[in-house]
Structures are given as C-alpha cells and as structure tokens.
C-alpha cells in the first residue's frame, strides 16, 4: 500500500506471536503531526566483533547471517522475510517490551503503545522509487523519533565485561587517568592502578572493550547521522543495556590518555590491512558532531562545523553503496548544499566523487581535499579522474592537512582555479618544482610491511649530501623526520628532537624482526631438505642476530673496510650505495652494513651502530608479539610516539630522491621522472606525473623535507605556470 503523503512513513506494532514467529503491522504516520514512535538503528549483516582476536567467532558465525540465511515474521498475516540480526532484536525487545518497568534496560511504553520505525519492513524494499523518496527522509526520522534504539546484536563472550568496564572507565577521574602510568587496552601491573587510586582493569577487560568497539555497528555509515540527529539514544548489546553518556564518557576518558602517550594502544586489535585509527574514534567523534548539533559543544579552532570537515571525520565509516559515502551526509547538509549535490543514484560513481571534489575545493577555496587521494594500487573506484579521492576506501592519513605547512609559502594560501573543459578535468596554477631520480621499495603488500626494515633507506640517505644541504641536519636526522613527516601523530609540528632516539631503538627492534624472519626461512629450508624436498640450495639466511652480526664483521673485515677512515667511507662507498648489493648477501647482513657505515659517518647518528644492536639485543625495549602465525607487531612497552607517527605516515607511501638532492616520502606508486609540484591552496606538495596530451596525473601527496614552509618560493626560477590534471 503505497504511503499517502510526501511526509508519511510506516512504523511497526507488535501483535503477538503465531505458532513461533512474529506477528506485526504497520500503520501510517506523517511527520509533520509530531507522531510517537521510535526507531532503531543497527547493521543488516554479521553484527559481531571483527579484527585480531575476534575473526574466528566472527567467521564461525557468518553464515548465520549471510543475505541468504533470512528468518519468518508475519506482517499483516502474510509472511515477510527479515535478516537474521533484525530477528534477534524483535526477540530482545520482545522481552524488555514483556519487562515490568523497573526491570526494563530502559524506559519503554507499554507494548500496545509502542511504535517503531525500522527500515527493512517499513520501507517497500521493492519498491525502487519509494525506497529512494525514503532514504531522502531518513534524517526527518531519527530527528523526529523520540527515542533511538541502536541494537549492536547478540551478546558474546566479551559483553559482559566490556559492559562492566565501560562503567568503569567511564567513571574514572579523567585527568587522573590521563597523568597515570598506565597504557590502556595492555596488560600491565595492578600497582600502576592503585598508585593512581583507580580500580583495576584486567588484559580481559580491555580485549573485552576492544571486541565491544569493533562491532560492526561502529563502523557503519548511516550511523552517523542516525546519531547525530536523534533525540535521545539507547545502546542495546544482547541483554545487555549501555548508556550513550556512560560509552562517550570511557571513550573521551581513555582519550585524554592516549594524548598524553602520543599514540593510540587500541591499534594493537586491528589487522594488517586496517588504517591505524584507534577503536575509540568513530564513538569520540560522534559525540563531537551530536554536540555540536545540539549546541552542547565548543570546537576547536581549526574544527569548523562544515561539510567538508565532516567529510573528513567520518571517512573511516562504510557504506554498502559508494555513493552513500557523499549522499548519508546530505541529512546533516544545510539546503544551499544539498541543492549544488543531488541525490542521484543513477550517477556513475565517479561523477559523484568528482562533482563532490570540485565543489569543496570551489566552496572552501582550499586543495585540502586533495590530499585525500590515495595512492592507485589501492583504489576502488576505475577508471576516476587521478584528483578525485576514492571516498569509499577506509580513511587514508592526510599527511599535510592541519595547518602546520604551507609549501607554496604565505602569498599563495588559495588555490588559483582556472576553467576546465569537462567533469574530469581540474586546471589550476602550480609549478614544478624537481623531478624524482630514485625511490625506495615498495613493501605495502608485504605481510608484515609496517615491521620490516627497507635497506633502501640507507641507500637514499647515503645519496644525501652530509650535513643535509637544504637545511643543515645531520643526514639519519632527514631519514627519519622525512619517515614520520617531521610530526607526532597528533600533528605536533615540527616532531621533538628526541624522537631521533625512538627511531634508533626502533630500527633495532626491526633489525630483530628481520632476523627473525630470516632465521626462520632458515629453519624451513633446512627442514624440507632434510624432509627431501625439492627446493634447491638453502637461503643465505642467518640462523639468528648474532649470527648474522658475526658474518658481517668477517665480510667488513675481509673487505678491509675496517682500514678506512670515515672520509674515505663517505667517498668510496655513500656515494655509490649500492656497491655491497650482492645475491650472496642476506638482507639483513646487507642491511647490518648500511647502518655501520652511517655510524662510521656521521657524529651522532639516529641509526644505531653494530655496537648499540648488540646492546639492544640483550636488553630490548620493545616486545615482539604475533597476531598471526606470520604477522608480527612491535610494542615498546612505555614510549610509542616515533612509532605511532611512523605508521600513521608510512603506509602506502615510500621514500624518494630528487634531481635537487631532497628526501620525500611519497605515495608507493611513485616513479623515477615523476614531478614534485608546488601547488598554490594545498599545505602539501604533490607527486605529479607527465601523460599524454599535455595533461599530468596526480600520484598523491608528498612530504618534502627542507620545502614545507615556503622555502622553494623564494628560489631562483620558481614560476607558476597552467597545469591540467586528468
């Protein structure tokens, strides 16, 4: 039965049960009347916790919920087929509705009262323009309901406890956790709990926690304005009630600690190929933007409360539909806005995106949007204009886009737009600026990518003049200011000094990783030889870090290395560094060879010297733990901050060398002859890349070190010239 007004929706009403299955009805209501009723808000597939620790539950359980596996209710008397989620909330609300009131999770009417919108049965999913004039209304709803019910899915083992422990956190004195010696989301000694007069939190409680975060609820993008936009809200997990106050409070508390430590601990749950963002965000910055709605809130200076910022908060969420990735926001969208981006979702995805790209570059008279891109191996969204960010991938760390660079110097802090001849085309003013001749490896697709250790590192830095011409650092000081884009990963600009010590200590622990891997290609060559395999001659392989230290000193010494003096290191083997590359050399031989040299050449190295390995290997600072049978994680037990910036900057992205002697570090795709540009309204300069008729593509942003604050503007021969982006 078709709805009999623009503002009408249906809601649903309970009628009992009938030989086991529900029976409901809908009825009409129209918004404009201020009508009674609630909605839910909730994820129509696999609701459960995925990510380390939690993938085999989530998967054993899959099926259960797969589009194919549906469960029977009666609407109207006829049967109605709903996903296997949606069933086990009826029978949870089934029960709270049966509750008396005291009992209850929270306060309901009495079922004969009781409406709820849900979009699965009150919406004609048949019914392609009906379903399309609804989606436009979903903002109206949550707005108008008088009270949300989100529904995260069954309880689990974790529920309990992470219940349990979100009440408590959640009344921990803030500043006294965030001054407290304690990390969160790890296992650490009850003493750190009570010297700072804080009940304790067990390593169960925090997986709890983190297993409690990782349900798919949080991830989903239609949250955020279902959120946003409701009056008031109602998590239920299971039996299990959480108050939304309670969650922000333990969200925001273990916040202000993560602050303090420079870095996120909850990462440690998330897979390889997840984006570093800690488990807590997507919560956090809900809570900022329902504030900020309901004029509860003060932002931060730089927060403007705008489409484009929101754009960029909620990129992390996921959407069925690319599409929704730009369209779930139009709820929260001021009407000028909306009426510049329709609704249209017979538009190729590319339109969209590109459509979307041009307006907030023209409507924010800013390129921050293009630091978005992301590098071409990753993308989703083909064939796309190479300046249009793929919105449907998960967030991609922006490494120039808080204020703190300005590449193109003060006087040219907006972008100058010129007209272009179709969708897919951006013309603007730029210049450029260097042109690439080498770059490191390209490790992203490496099991353990973000631990393993890149000889081509040294390679670069030893091409590097010493001290650095550009700006008179020490060359290892560049390497790693150039590694973590010269910020913390809270964009402290520029990164403290004393993160050259991190960085030593980290290349140590990655040195024992590599020796690790190493040593067991080793032990699995030897036993398939003894096995009779077939596998030809064994790995050059060392059989552990002493042992490959050890084979180092004797080919140093047998090269007679050891008989030069630093100059003549400097001369005969930084500026050829390749010249040690042999197939008989182990990696990690090869690589123990480069950080000698940059300590025989340098005063006070940031890389560690044969000697300071030896000394880290019997007294290490950081632990190795695996997630996987092949995937390791490092973790420093007190100080995260060069690692956390670290792998917040170098995923995807590699390091580079130009024709003018600068280090960058750069998107993976990154080639020799790419072009390093200056481009007037982005903080950040870009790779860009010469195609056919006369037009560039853009690789991806860059960080360049030495021309982040307008330094190449002052140069001899800098020009703005017109440069068309395909």
């Not at 609630?38 to 696999?46: P, V």
């Not at 916790?49 to 596996?69: C, I, K, L, P, Q």
């Not at 179709?422 to 013309?427: P, T």
């Not at 050399?585 to 890389?607: F, N, V």
């Amino acid at each position: 039965m078709s709805l009999p007004t623009e503002t009408s929706i249906r809601v649903l009403k309970f009628e009992g049960t009938h030989e086991g299955k529900f029976c409901v009805s809908l009825e009409f209501i129209d918004l404009e009347d201020d009508p009674f009723f609630y909605a839910l808000s909730y994820t129509w597939g696999n609701p459960h916790a995925n990510g380390v620790d939690f993938t085999e539950y989530f998967n054993s359980v899959s099926r259960e919920y797969s589009s194919e596996s549906k469960a029977e209710i009666l609407c109207h008397g006829k049967i109605l087929y709903i996903q296997t989620n949606l069933i086990d909330f009826l029978h949870e609300l089934q029960i709270s509705l049966e509750q008396e009131e005291d009992s209850a999770p929270f306060q309901l009417p009495p079922e004969h009262e009781f409406r709820i919108w849900i979009d699965a049965v009150c919406i004609n999913q048949e019914d392609s323009e009906e379903r399309a004039c609804q989606v436009k209304m979903m903002d109206d709803v949550y707005r108008k309901a008088i009270h949300t019910i989100v529904w995260l899915g069954r309880g689990d083992q974790y529920t309990k406890d992470a219940v349990g422990t979100i009440s408590k956190i959640a009344a921990y004195p803030r500043d006294a956790f965030a001054k407290s010696g304690i990390t969160p989301f790890r296992q650490q000694d009850p003493a750190l709990y009570e010297a700072s007069n804080l009940p304790y939190t067990s390593w169960m409680e925090w997986c709890s926690l983190a297993a409690f975060f990782k349900r798919q609820w949080f991830s989903r993008l239609w949250i955020v304005q279902e959120v946003i936009l409701s009056r008031e809200l109602s998590l239920l997990c299971g039996s299990h009630h959480i108050s939304w106050d309670e969650l922000v409070a333990a969200a925001r508390t273990i916040e202000a600690r993560c602050k303090v430590l420079g870095f996120s601990p909850s990462t440690l749950f998330l897979q390889a190929h997840e984006i570093a963002v800690a488990l807590e965000h997507n919560t956090i910055q809900l809570a900022r933007w329902r504030e900020f709605y309901y004029g509860t809130s003060v932002l931060e200076p730089h927060a403007k409360p705008d489409f484009e910022n929101l754009i960029y908060d909620t990129w992390v969420f996921a959407a069925t539909d690319p599409r929704d990735k730009i369209y779930g926001m139009f709820g929260l969208m001021k009407t000028d806005l909306k009426s510049k981006l329709a609704v249209d979702y017979t538009s190729p995805v590319e339109l969209v995106y590109a459509l979307t790209t041009k307006h907030i570059i023209d409507h924010y008279s800013s390129l921050q949007i293009l630091s978005c891109v992301q590098d071409a191996s990753i993308r989703r969204i083909s064939p796309s204009p190479s300046w249009t960010p793929d919105f449907s991938l998960p967030y991609f760390n922006m490494m120039c886009s808080n204020g703190f660079f300005c590449a193109a110097g003060p006087e040219h802090t907006g972008p100058q737009i010129l007209p272009s001849s179709s969708w897919d085309r951006l013309k603007l003013k730029g210049c450029l600026f260097d042109t690439i001749v080498e770059t490191g490896n390209d490790r992203t697709n490496y099991v353990n990518s973000s631990v393993l250790l890149d000889p081509s590192w040294f390679e670069l830095c030893m091409l590097l003049s010493q001290p650095y011409q550009h700006t008179g650092e020490p060359r290892t000081e560049v390497l790693w200011r150039t590694l973590c884009a010269n910020q913390t990963s809270d964009f402290i600009v520029p990164a403290p000094g004393d993160f050259g010590v991190l960085f030593k200590e980290l290349l140590s622990a990655m040195v024992m990783v590599r020796a690790e891997i190493e040593s067991e290609g080793y032990a699995e060559a030897e036993a398939e030889q003894q096995a009779g395999g077939d596998i030809g001659p064994a790995p050059d392989c060392c059989t552990g870090f002493m042992d490959a230290l050890n084979r180092a000193r004797e080919k140093w010494t047998f090269a007679e290395f050891d008989t030069l003096t630093s100059e003549e290191l400097l001369e005969h083997l930084c500026r050829r560094p390749r010249f040690l590359s042999s197939d008989r050399h182990g990696w990690l031989i090869y690589t123990l060879t480069k950080l000698q040299i940059l300590a025989l050449t340098e005063d006070k190295p940031s890389t560690p010297s044969w000697e300071e390995l030896e000394q880290f290997y019997h007294n290490p600072t950081y632990v190795m733990r695996r997630k996987k049978e092949k995937e390791i994680v490092l973790v420093r037990q007190n100080d995260e901050r060069f690692s956390a910036s670290f792998q917040k900057r170098y995923g995807k992205r590699k390091l580079f060398f130009t024709e003018k002697g600068y280090l960058g570090l750069g998107p993976a795709s990154v080639k020799v002859g790419d072009v390093v540009g200056i481009l007037p309204g982005a903080e950040g300069p870009f790779v860009l890349r010469h195609e056919e008729d006369m037009v560039m593509s853009l690789v991806g942003q860059a960080y360049v070190h030495g021309i982040m604050n307008g330094e190449a503007v002052e140069m001899e021969g800098f020009e703005l010239q017109d440069i068309e982006l395909a």
